[in-house]
């Protein structure tokens, strides 16, 4: 039987062996084995069901979700000398009957169907009067909930299978499954103690690299420069982006075109066709591209942006080298990506349930992004294919940077998250390590934990990335779940119990604060400039600098280092508007400064967001206007109040006020835009702090006299505020105590 199969291979495909997993599934198969396979993309799934078809009296089903792929598979076997049809709904009623008849007539050694048309009456009754061998259900996934792309349409296979009178072996295939969509899949299918194979995931000719904390559009540009002679493909994960990385391109003299569901029918088509015939080098496209595209050259495939998944990822990264010929697939992470993914499932789903198992599948591809490991044994573990050797050429692999020890403060998190008892979540976790005095951490009671504080040193984003990190590294698992909680697994323990040390690699480590200073170390000299552009500016623009920027956020763009707009934004303090006005000047002062400075680059490649829409004059204005008289004016007075307003007016007024403070404006002049007493709006921040919000205090205390007041507050008693007010010199007014209170955490004066 299978040199048979083996012959068909040579004679009819022209290929000498067969790859790894086939020869067993086609065997099985020829036995009557009911069959679970799980081969990667490109692994070879056609010819385990194609070879049988064949050899095998009768015509066998294929049921294939994919319009494209069934004609493309039909036109590819009529080539190759095989007889094969397809029923889908791309079928006019004439050829659609057509191809009925030419069935029952045993014209086809393989009918593709579309799930859809399982249920007709037509395609029982033509059934019923064909002599099945096999049934080929490719895509399974399709069929499970737990995966990452359900169709309900295959839920009628089981039933429709069940009415066939002679129940014919049933094989289930699939690119994408992990172990529990596996038993899943198997249990809808209604398979018979089926022979279940996973296999070649690993992809030996690709290349995986993770790219994090770079400029996108820089190192795009470079990559593709490098390649002049390569067919590659760029994943976006909005049609807006697609757009504008191919015009990037575009203007490079790179032959790329675009692919996205925002194009119509024609001009996809088109593009694809142009992609095959290699007219068009560079394909940026949305995952709308790349079902059923069979380009075997593709040297290449870079994800501008984190898919929401490990299966999407490496499906749509599989589609480098389908001809074995060594290729490369590159993720470009940043962290704010997950929040884009994490937007785009909430707005997909409504279903708890499947919200919850597709933020699961998020945390995997998140972890995929920050792992040490290697990235080709990452993946493949975790489609269930173990006992992969390490790859040697992915990212993680080559990465020699220095490894530091980081078990003090890796035994510092996971104590922590011990304590925690699995009831929170990272973002908790990361709040009692920094010691935040947020009001739900403090009613939890988690602020009296020995662990509270422990990280004190480091920014919260700092602290959620390192108990990532660790959680990556499988020292910690996240929960499945909408609410997904954070646990210790049993490689803690040696952690905990000192026996083994923690190294984490320089490249992907957290930059520590030193203690107090103002910035780390090797960040001095930023820090400082960034301080002195700061206050430049300000009295250019006459207003007290923390109008411009916290210390804080100088402190954080000092220790990060951002060099897009993007980078810019995902710092603590610095809004659109901010971005906008001060972006070029923040950039500008990072790259002068970074380690191997590279001049040169200062504007060219910050993007529309800084570069373009410089703040107008009067938006400086508006911040400075008032300061301090108090006086009531209206919104129209400050036109980027205005829009500042409108952007926060969805939040509860507290926060509100919270916001416009962040954004610079001073207490008289929110009092006066939103009609409010100064009074209220006091209350305001000292509520927002109240619940765990960091308030720039400094901004209200007389340095000169804080530590006075300090002094004073302990000596009297914080109970109440007048025997303070009275003990002060007369400058010092109520809420300069207040904010000393808040700052030191000295209790409350009702
Ligand atoms: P899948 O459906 O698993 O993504 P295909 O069945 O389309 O993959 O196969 C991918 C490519 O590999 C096709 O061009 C196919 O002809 C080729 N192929 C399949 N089996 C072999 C083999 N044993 N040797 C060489 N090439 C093969």
Request: proline share 4%.
């Amino acid at each position: 039987m299978l040199e048979q199969a083996l012959h068909m291979l040579k004679q009819v495909y022209g290929y000498d062996r067969f790859r790894k997993g086939q020869e067993e599934i086609i065997g099985g198969l020829m036995e009557g084995k009911d069959t679970l396979a799980i081969l990667p993309t490109g692994g070879g799934k056609s010819v385990c069901y194609q070879i049988p078809a064949m050899l095998l009296p009768g015509t066998t089903i294929v049921v294939s979700p994919l319009i494209s792929l069934m004609k493309d598979q039909v036109d590819t076997l009529g080539r190759l000398g095989v007889s094969a049809a397809y029923l889908n709904s791309s079928l006019d009623a004439a050829a659609y009957r057509e191809v009925v008849r030419q069935t029952v007539q045993g014209a086809y050694k393989l009918l593709y169907v579309a799930p859809e048309r399982l249920d007709g009456t037509m395609f029982e009754s033509l059934t019923s009067q064909l002599h099945i061998p096999l049934i080929a259900i490719d895509e399974a996934h399709c069929v499970s909930q737990w995966g990452h792309d359900f169709r309900p349409s295959y839920r009628q296979l089981a039933g429709w299978i069940g009415r066939l009178e002679k129940r014919p072996p049933v094989a289930a295939f699939t690119a994408t499954a992990t172990p529990e969509v596996s038993s899943d899949i198997a249990a809808m299918l209604g398979l018979r103690s089926p022979n279940i194979f996973v296999t070649g995931f690993a992809r030996t000719n690709l290349a995986l690299t993770v790219v994090t904390g770079t400029d996108k559009r820089k190192y795009l540009r470079e990559y593709v420069r490098q390649r002049p002679d390569q067919s590659g493909i760029v994943y976006t994960a909005t049609r807006k982006e697609a757009e504008e990385v191919c015009a990037d391109l575009t203007k490079l003299g790179v032959a790329a075109g675009k692919y996205h569901g925002g194009l119509s029918d024609t001009e996809r088509a088109e593009a694809q066709e142009r992609f095959r015939f290699d007219e068009i080098r560079v394909m940026v496209a949305t995952n709308a591209f790349g079902m059923g595209i069979d380009k075997p050259n593709v040297r290449y495939v870079v994800h501008w942006q984190m898919p929401g998944d490990v299966e999407s990822y490496y499906q749509e990264a599989g589609r480098a080298g389908r001809d074995g010929e060594e290729s490369e697939c590159v993720l470009l992470f940043e962290p704010q990506d997950v929040q884009v993914q994490r937007f785009l499932i909430e707005r997909s789903t409504a279903d708890p349930e499947r919200r919850a198992v597709q933020l699961g599948k998020l945390y995997t591809m998140m972890h995929y992004s920050r792992t040490e490991k290697c990235l080709l044994q990452f993946i493949v573990g975790y489609f269930g294919e173990a006992d992969v050797p390490t790859c040697g050429k992915c990212s993680s692999c080559l990465d020699q940077s220095e490894k530091i020890d980081l078990t003090e403060e890796a035994r510092k998190a996971l104590s922590c998250v011990g304590r925690m008892k699995g009831r929170f979540g990272v973002s908790m976790a990361a709040k009692v390590l920094k010691g935040s005095r947020e009001k739900r951490l403090l009613d939890f009671g988690l602020d009296r934990l020995t662990t509270y504080g422990l990280l004190r040193n480091w920014a919260e984003k700092d602290i959620s990335d390192w108990l990532y990190w660790l959680v990556a590294e499988g020292y910690m698992r996240i929960s499945d779940g909408e609410y997904p909680t954070v646990s210790l697994t049993t490689e803690a323990l040696p952690v905990l119990e000192g026996k083994v040390t923690v190294l984490r690699r320089r490249s992907t480590a957290v930059r520590r604060r030193s203690e107090g200073a103002a910035a780390g170390a090797e960040n001095a000299p930023l820090f400082e400039a960034l301080r002195e552009w700061r206050r430049e500016t300000a009295a250019r623009e006459h207003v007290p600098p923390f109008m411009l920027f916290f210390d804080a956020t100088l402190k954080e763009i000092a220790d990060r280092q951002p060099v897009t707009t993007e980078q810019l934004l995902a710092i603590k303090g610095v809004g659109a508007a901010k971005a906008a006005k001060y972006g070029l000047d923040v950039i500008r002062i990072v790259r002068s400064l970074e380690s191997g400075a590279r001049p040169e680059a200062a504007a060219d490649s910050i993007g529309e967001g800084a570069g373009g829409r410089t703040g107008s004059p009067e938006a400086g204005r508006a911040a400075s206007g008032s300061a301090g008289s108090g006086e009531r004016r209206t919104a129209d007075a400050y036109p980027e109040a205005a829009a500042l307003l409108a952007e926060t007016a969805h939040l509860a007024t507290h926060a509100q006020t919270l916001a416009l403070f962040r954004h610079g404006l001073t207490l008289p002049q929110i009092a006066g835009l939103r009609g409010m007493s100064r009074v209220t709006i006091e209350n305001h921040l000292l509520r927002c702090a109240d619940e765990g919000e960091e308030v720039e205090w400094n901004a209200f205390i007389p340095g000169e006299h804080e530590a006075l007041i300090v002094e004073t507050i302990r000596r009297v008693g914080a109970q109440r505020l007048k025997p303070i007010k009275d003990e002060l010199p007369e400058e010092i007014d109520y809420f300069a105590i207040k904010a000393v209170m808040a700052k030191h955490r000295l209790g409350s004066a009702g």
